[in-house]
């Protein structure tokens, strides 16, 4: 047997072999090493493999002694596949060996290696090995009331982007499903009203986000309203709200209404362009653009250039930035996310900061350009701000509430340049993919198109009778059809899919329509442990029979015209319509508002100009889930957000 220098490492694993060639773990292994270290303490305590290790209370692994490396190897897989298989394969990739085999091949090989090794064969140790095997399966197959929620076996829900499994499992299971997330662990999937509104309305900073999620937002946007939890949440959130009223949003329409005309002008000039005055758009591609410019403009005084394609380089790395970092992940990637759970969160944030991902590289550097644009125009605002002349962006309201004397309402510089980055990725692309579904809907039903588009028309000349041009918001919210399609599309396809949830403590979520166990107890409420996790489920919220009646799968805008669109006795949610779509209570979406203004202003400047029609890839839409949800062309998920329409000019006379 060689001796082995000892080699420390902060976060990579590195050990030597005979040869003294480095051996590289994976950052991510080294939780899981960790914890088999200590795992192969307790079961091999008088083997050489570890007389000379050490666990470090840092996090230090000091690989001393390595027997034959090969067998060492050999009985680690072995190992880890038996723990991975004890928790729960998590994606079926052990599938094929039930435990018991692996079981037996760990005992047979580790056998052999203690034979070679010339130590003693101890049948106690491997008693030791059994018992910790069904201490830990005890532990985690630990059976409680959650164990008996309906739900399917399968995790396929993780791996199924567009929402229909989840609408399946609501229609076999009901508005809460449990399902198994990754080692086994219970997770359920909520779409039951009254749960929803107690986690997110009623129960306060008690249900808090997921860690690894929470670590998403600190990737895309840094430590801003996002990422902020409890007191820092609530006081970044305090800051932020004056920005985000009525008034404050109602006085953006004249800007949308510009920057959608924008888009217009550049559109007419293509089709005009063509011998067939008609062009095939890739729509999300524009819409994402001309939002980028009403969301710099509106919150920033700030002009992306996106549209007129004078793009600056801020401009060019949100473009996209969402499916480019987060579209399409590979199982392993799912398989990934799921371990940064048990990370500790300084060891999760330097994975990811130091992490040479493709995907990571995108948002290091959207994170690198914009907070260098962030930092001048703060500072450009500040200044403006002391010499009085203050402006209304959202931007100069937060530098001018930060000026105030109460630290309970001030945010750190780190906090306030966040909040530019929180604020293009909140409302660019959750608007701009909300627009492209819209217009979608608008191809499937030609009716409601043309509908829509008498209905603006006949505000338009009422608005000329006036002598005015230009709509206002009274002009907006005197068009029923618009107002119901606009709910319809927000109801129907929710860009933002899921919230996820971890109770801080110990809860009981009441339930609207009671469930029946698996062994026939009927559960009107249900006991959550601290540390339960569950899933909200917004497609299924906003498609329950029970609050949007037995269409509720049918995009049909005229239900908003009819006196009970949400049926009686449903319990209140969200900020808008009565739909989970903005979530709800005190995270709820700061910018619902905004966006729903804006949508107003860019579906009446592109109805009023064009008509769409279907392109020849248009039946093949599916729905991808980025962290927004963007329309994709089934097999073409790699190239990004896409959704063909044909464009021509709108019919000018009455229609
Ligand atoms: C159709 C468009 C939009 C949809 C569907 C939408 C949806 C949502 C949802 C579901 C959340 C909750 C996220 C969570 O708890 O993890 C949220 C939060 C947020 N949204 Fe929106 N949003 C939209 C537009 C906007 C716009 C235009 C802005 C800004 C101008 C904005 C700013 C924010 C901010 C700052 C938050 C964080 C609030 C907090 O944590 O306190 N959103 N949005």
Redesign the pocket.
């Known amino acids: 047997m060689s001796d082995f220098r000892p080699i420390n490492f902060d976060v990579k694993l590195a050990f030597r072999d005979e040869n003294q060639d480095q051996i590289k773990l994976q950052p991510l292994c080294f939780a899981f090493h960790r914890f088999s270290i200590k795992w192969l303490e307790l079961i091999y305590d008088d083997a050489p493999l570890l007389t000379d290790t050490q666990l470090k209370p840092e996090g230090n692994i000091n690989f001393v002694n390595l027997g034959s490396l090969k067998s060492i190897r050999r009985l680690l897989a072995l190992h880890y596949a038996i723990l991975l298989r004890m928790f729960y394969d998590p994606y079926r990739l052990l599938s094929p060996f039930p435990m018991t085999v692996l079981m037996q091949a760990h005992i047979r090989q580790s056998v052999a290696y203690r034979k070679k090794q010339d130590l003693l064969c101890d049948p106690g140790s491997e008693t030791i090995s059994i018992a910790a095997f069904i201490y830990v399966f005890y532990k985690v197959t630990k059976r409680s009331v959650l164990d008996n929620i309906p739900g399917p076996a399968s995790t396929s829900f993780l791996l199924e982007p567009s929402g229909l499994t989840e609408f399946s499992w609501q229609e076999t299971y009901g508005d809460v499903v449990k399902f198994k997330a990754s080692f086994g662990i219970n997770r359920f999937l909520i779409s039951d009203p009254k749960a929803l509104q107690h986690i997110l309305q009623t129960s306060g900073y008690r249900w808090i986000?997921f860690r690894e999620r929470r670590e998403f937002s600190r990737l895309t946007t840094g430590k801003g309203?996002?990422w902020a939890d409890e007191d820092a949440?609530k006081r970044q959130?305090k800051v932020m709200l004056p920005g985000f009223g009525t008034p404050e949003a109602k006085n953006f329409l004249p800007l949308f209404l510009s920057c959608a005309a924008s888009m217009s002008q550049r559109w007419s000039n293509i089709i005009s362009s063509e011998k067939d005055q008609s062009h095939v758009f890739n729509i999300p591609e524009w819409t994402s653009r001309a939002t980028l410019d009403a969301?710099g403009q509106a919150?920033f005084d700030y002009n992306f250039g996106a549209t007129d394609d004078h793009e600056n380089e801020l401009g060019k790395v949100y473009q996209n930035m969402m499916i480019n970092a987060f579209g399409s992940p590979s199982k392993v990637a799912l398989v990934m996310l799921e371990l940064l759970q048990f990370l500790p969160v300084s060891l999760m944030e330097f994975f990811n900061d130091n992490n040479p991902s493709r995907r990571t590289a995108v948002t290091q550097k959207a994170s690198k350009v914009a907070n260098g644009v962030a930092k001048e125009l703060v500072s450009t605002k500040s200044e403006a701000l002391l010499e009085g002349k203050g402006k209304k962006d959202i931007m100069s309201l937060l530098v001018k509430a930060n000026a105030g004397e109460n630290p309970k309402g001030q945010l750190s510089e780190d906090e306030l340049i966040s909040q530019m980055r929180?604020?293009i990725l909140?409302?660019h692309e959750?608007?701009s993919n909300?627009l492209s579904w819209l217009l979608y809907e608008l191809v499937r039903n030609p009716e409601l198109q043309r509908k829509l588009r008498a209905e603006i028309r006949a505000t338009e000349k009422v608005a000329s009778l006036r002598g005015e041009s230009e709509l206002n918001i009274q002009d907006l919210e005197g068009m029923p059809l618009l107002g119901a399609t606009i709910r319809e599309t927000?109801r129907f396809h929710?860009?933002?899919l899921h919230?996820f949830r971890t109770a801080k403590e110990d809860d009981v979520l009441p339930l609207s329509t009671p469930i029946t166990t698996t062994n026939g107890e009927v559960l009107t409420e249900i006991p959550m442990p601290k540390g339960s996790r569950v899933v909200l489920s917004?497609p299924a919220y906003n498609r329950n029979k029970k609050i949007f009646g037995e269409d509720a799968h049918v995009f049909n805008p005229y239900r908003w015209l009819e006196a009970d669109h949400v049926k009686k006795g449903s319990v209140s949610l969200g900020p808008f319509a009565n739909l989970a779509?903005?979530?709800g209570g005190i995270?709820?979406?700061?910018?619902?508002r905004?966006?729903v203004i804006?949508l107003q202003a860019f579906a009446v400047e592109l109805l009023s100009n064009f008509e769409f029609s279907a392109a020849s890839k248009t039946e093949k839409i599916r729905r991808e889930a980025a962290l927004v949800m963007v329309p994709t062309i089934e097999g073409e998920v790699e190239n990004g957000a896409q959704l063909p329409l044909k464009v021509t000019f709108a019919p000018k006379g009455e229609e």
Not at 587 to 592: A, T
């Open positions: 986000k309203l996002l949440h959130r969301i919150a929180v604020l909140a409302g959750t608007t909300t927000l929710p860009v933002a919230l917004i779509t903005f979530s995270r709820s979406c700061i910018g619902w905004f966006a804006e």
